[in-house]
């Protein structure tokens, strides 16, 4: 049976890599037997909703340790989610997966809305096996002056990405998605970009205003994409 625990893990610093006293907040799924990988959930959020609670127990439920860092744990702006910030928070909580066993290698990342973004930059500059990004805007303009584009980012990506758009999201223009297209094509790495016609938003979750057929459909299928790509990278 899988297991919600709260845990922390302990930050290094950006500048020298020594561990400082300061802890990052873990929200933590384990999978009933010994985990074949792990999967860091990065959240655009201070609340963890349900829907996100139920997506970590079924990635864990399928096998992988699922750790969640709380990204705004330091000060009142949501603007730490980037910068040195994310990265020492991302590095604490690999370093959190391997200490419980999981191998490096083992390790992909996946993030929602802002925190997509995110989680593709940390694509191109940390060792992962594996990235998602869901609804991730910043293609074009960089989200805070310590975020890159992601047209400008994508083709540094090192490890194997998708994107999941909704094709009506009015924050994601889709002529920027086609573009983030193309330039994702030219990274080393697999990479695969999904719009779906239906939806407002979320590719992973259907809103009230979408809830029709064919984005319930796309649901499936963008949650089918999802653990599919682990399946496929994180070997």
Do not use: C, N
Not at 87 to 113: K, N, P, R, S
Not at 174 to 184: P, Q, S, T, Y
Not at 191 to 200: A, E, P, R
Request: charged share 25%; proline share 6%; net charge negative.
């Amino acid at each position: 049976m899988t297991a919600s625990i709260e845990d922390s893990a302990p930050l290094r610093r950006a500048d020298d890599g020594t561990e400082s006293a300061e802890r990052v907040p873990l929200t933590t799924f384990r999978p009933a037997s010994t985990p074949r990988g792990g999967i860091v959930v990065l959240h655009e959020s201070r609340e963890f909703s349900r829907a996100l609670l139920d997506f970590m127990k079924a990635l864990a439920e399928d096998g992988w340790l699922v750790a969640a860092p709380h990204l705004f744990h330091r000060a009142a702006s949501d603007d730490e989610v980037f910068g040195d910030a994310l990265f020492e928070d991302f590095d604490a909580t690999v370093t959190w997966l391997t200490g419980h066993g999981v191998y490096a290698d083992t390790i992909g990342v996946i993030g929602f809305d802002d925190a997509g973004t995110a989680a593709a930059l940390v694509a191109t500059d940390r060792p992962v096996g594996a990235a998602v990004s869901v609804a991730a805007p910043g293609i074009v303009e960089p989200l805070t002056p310590d975020a890159r584009a992601l047209l400008e980012a994508a083709p540094s990506l090192q490890a194997p990405w998708l994107g999941l758009y909704g094709q009506g999201d009015e924050r994601i223009p889709a002529a920027h998605v086609d573009r983030l297209r193309d330039a994702v094509a030219e990274a080393p790495v697999a990479t695969l970009v999904v719009s779906y016609d239906g939806l407002d938003h979320r590719p992973d979750e259907v809103s009230p205003e979408s809830g029709t057929t064919a984005g319930e459909d796309a649901v499936v299928d963008a949650q089918r994409r999802i653990f599919d790509w682990f399946d496929s990278h994180l070997r």
